[in-house]
């Protein structure tokens, strides 16, 4: 299960809504034998050179940096979120095949560049994509 705080979400739709291009970022938290814990999130460059409305890709350097930052906020990477622009919160194969084992991959649907709907995605030990429970919490 992972569990992101509503103002978290607030947070990054400000950020994302009005986008029309898929934005990403890289989630950092606590993470124990069962539940991540999202504690804060960083925004990152959606540096693909294929077509942005349907694709995303993080930087090597983004990743660096976040690795550094939770190492100095005693955080873990749990994952990444990505945008999916009048499309649902399913992931893709293509979001299937470059995504990383034990990160989560938070989906956010964004239709008429408005919320829409979030899932949680990570991988099983075949490498397919099977639902996470997202807890959206108060706190
Ligand atoms: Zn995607």
Redesign the pocket.
Known sequence: MIILKRKSLCLILNQIEKVEE?SCGILLGTHNSTIKKVECFIPTQNITKEDKK???EISSKSYLEAEKQAIELNLKILGIY???IE?SAN??L??QKNAFPEFS?L?ISLRNQMFSDIKSWVLNKDQIFIQEELLLSNH
Do not use: L, V, W
Request: hydrophobic residues 30%.
């Open positions: 898929e349907n694709r995303f990505h945008s999916h499309a992931p893709s293509i979001d991959y989906i």
